[in-house]
């Protein structure tokens, strides 16, 4: 299947622990992207990376290191974990600079606890 | 600054009546502007974007740039349109989202 893929999907963790988050894409997007849904729902931009270089770095604490080995990998890793980290985190992937300019692909989302 | 805002948090109507979720933006430029939606605990799925001019699901929604809006309409809305939409502008190949509006349609 052609998609976005995130694990784990669910992941519960105790405070201060440090964890990862993986994210894959075989749709041959050049862009992959990290949002935040927190408990409110509101969505947010974390992170972008074209072609393996961030090209946008939200006000996120440095806790959050995103990680992109190639193009269709785009992984991020929290250190630190604190209760406020508890959100849905979803990853994306689109392509951009060619017409039609949309193909923009949002993972199942992984639900992040911190106890 | 580019934003886009949602006024609605909740609307809640009944079968069969239209339904209209609101969308206001501000940016500097031509906007790219699109409806996402994302039913119970599933991933976030587009519904529109407004460069095509599409209709799907009986929704459609008109870029109106004098009032810099895009409002998402329904004439009948249908249980099963029940979820959570959001209005996002594309800010620099990311999406800008707005709050959200929840929909609930009631039998």
């Known amino acids: 299947d052609t998609a976005v893929s995130q694990t784990p999907k669910y992941l519960v963790t105790q405070m201060g622990n440090d964890k990862s988050i993986k994210c894959e894409q075989n749709?041959?997007?050049?862009?992959m992207y990290w949002y935040k849904q927190d408990s409110k729902k509101f969505l947010k931009i974390m992170f972008s990376?074209?072609?393996?270089?961030?090209?946008i770095n939200e006000t996120v604490p440095n806790r959050f290191s995103p990680k992109s080995p190639d193009k269709a990998h785009l992984n991020l890793h929290i250190n630190s974990l604190e209760l406020g980290d508890s959100a849905v985190y979803f990853c994306?992937?689109?392509?951009?600079?060619?017409?039609?300019?949309?193909?923009?692909?949002f993972g199942s989302g992984t639900r992040l606890t911190v106890v | 600054a580019q934003r886009v805002t949602q006024p609605e948090k909740l609307l809640s109507v009944f079968k069969g009546a239209p339904v209209e979720l609101k969308c206001n933006y501000s940016y500097s430029g031509s906007p790219e502007l699109f409806w996402y939606v994302q039913y119970s605990r599933q991933r976030l799925q587009l519904l529109l974007r407004h460069i095509s001019r599409e209709s799907i699901k009986g929704f459609t929604a008109d870029l109106n740039k004098g009032e810099t809006s895009f409002h998402l309409k329904k004439p009948f809305a249908q249980e099963e349109d029940s979820a959570m939409y959001y209005c996002?502008?594309?800010?620099?190949?990311?999406?800008?989202f707005g709050k959200g509006t929840s929909l609930l349609v009631t039998p």
């Open positions: 749709l041959g997007h050049d862009t």
């Open positions: 996002a502008l594309r800010d620099r190949g990311a999406l800008n």
């Open positions: 994306a992937s689109s392509r951009i600079g060619t017409e039609p300019t949309y193909g923009y692909t």
């Open positions: 990376y074209n072609n393996k270089e961030l090209i």
